[in-house]
């Protein structure tokens, strides 16, 4: 089993546990990148409300 990804044995159950363990890490790394993206798309969505808003503000202060 790899160690260079600090992933371990289990050695609660044996081998089960090892599978269970590798996918369970898998599925971990899977959530942090989904949360990786996911703070990408906010940011980005937040950044163009702002634009928006301050145009408008320069609208209105112009009139």
Same mark, same amino acid.
């Given at each position: 089993?790899? *160690?260079? %990804?600090?992933?371990?044995?289990?050695?609660?159950?044996?081998?089960? %546990?090892? #599978? &269970? *363990?590798? !996918?369970?890490?898998? /599925?971990?790394? *899977?959530? #942090?990148?989904?949360?990786?993206?996911?703070?990408?798309?906010?940011?980005? &969505?937040?950044?163009?409300?702002? /634009? &928006?808003?301050?145009? #408008?503000?320069?609208? !209105? %202060?112009?009139?």
């Amino acid at each position: 089993m790899k *160690n260079d %990804g600090l992933l371990d044995r289990n050695f609660l159950k044996g081998k089960d %546990g090892d #599978r &269970i *363990n590798a !996918i369970l890490s898998g /599925a971990g790394h *899977n959530f #942090r990148l989904l949360l990786k993206w996911l703070r990408l798309l906010l940011s980005l &969505i937040l950044e163009t409300m702002w /634009a &928006i808003s301050r145009e #408008r503000q320069a609208v !209105i %202060g112009a009139t």
